[in-house]
Nanobody
Framework: QVQLVESGGGLVQAGGSLRLSCAAS????????MGWFRQAPGKEREFVAA????????YYADSVKGRFTISRDNLKNAVYLQMNSLKPEGTDGYYC??????????????????WGQGTQVTVSS
């Protein structure tokens, strides 16, 4: 089993940057693909980025490509989301998730096995 705890959210002006972190517990973390999703109240959870178990493959939603970077450190049991050039429409709760299949290609949240509690990102205009 994997437990996930996100941190790093906050209030930032449009055009600014934030780095989200997701700390994982569990000895099998390095075998899981990891994803970041976001969700606004009353809306469906939306794929942002994913990374394979080794970190060798990364995937992004078109809306964040070129601005966000996902990375992981398997020695520290952590995954990160560097967010640059933030826009007001990026105001959401951000969630990390783990997928036991490891490839990082899944974009549907129902395909992920474990979730963190989320961290709020607010981008002011």
């Amino acid at each position: 089993q994997v437990q996930l705890v996100e941190s790093g959210g906050g209030l930032v002006q449009a055009g600014g940057s934030l780095r989200l972190s997701c700390a994982a517990s569990g000895r099998t973390f390095s075998s899981y693909a990891m994803g970041w999703f976001r969700q606004a109240p009353g809306k469906e959870r939306e794929f942002v980025a994913a990374i394979s178990w080794s970190g060798g493959s990364t995937y992004y939603a078109d809306s964040v490509k070129g601005r966000f970077t996902i990375s992981r450190d398997n020695l520290k049991n952590a995954v990160y989301l560097q967010m640059n050039s933030l826009k007001p429409e990026g105001t959401d709760g951000y969630y990390c998730a783990a997928d036991h299949e490891g490839y990082g290609t899944k974009r549907n949240p129902v395909q992920y096995d474990y979730w963190g509690q989320g961290t709020q990102v607010t981008v002011s205009s």
